[in-house]
């Protein structure tokens, strides 16, 4: 019913900058949270940084100052710029999206299929 798709990633130096985008698609009523999360090998999956549908933005402490998160809510997109990335960075980042389908009242949270983004020299 929903589908987000990714796209963006890839290898990259440290300092370097990636700009990662998550389409979402499919019977889509609303969309409210957006959101980018990433998983290291052997690590948890962690929040990068979520938006709302009003704008208000939250960013894990490791990425602020360096990530901007945004969305376009007419094409029910959201972006994640990454600037200064460091070799910490490198993950599969996946996008996260908790939608109310059409037809339902119930949202739900829905996941790209991850894309790699690797730093190194």
């Known amino acids: 019913q929903v589908q987000l798709v990714e796209s963006g990633g890839g290898l990259v130096q440290p300092g370097g900058s990636l700009r990662l985008s998550c389409a979402a698609s499919?019977?889509?009523?609303?969309?409210?949270?957006m959101g980018w999360y990433r998983q290291a090998p052997g690590k948890q999956r962690e929040l990068v940084a979520s938006?709302?549908?009003?704008?208000?933005?939250n960013y894990a402490d490791s990425v602020k100052g360096r990530f901007t998160i945004s969305r376009d809510n007419a094409k029910n997109t959201v972006y994640l710029q990454m600037n200064s990335l460091k070799p910490e960075d490198t993950a599969v980042y996946y996008c996260?999206?908790?939608?109310?389908?059409?037809?339902?009242?119930?949202?739900?949270?829905?996941w790209g299929q991850g894309t790699q983004v690797t730093v190194s020299s």
């Open positions: 996260n999206a908790r939608v109310t389908v059409i037809g339902t009242i119930t949202p739900r949270n829905y």
């Open positions: 499919g019977s889509i009523f609303s969309a409210s949270a």
């Open positions: 938006i709302t549908s009003g704008g208000i933005t």
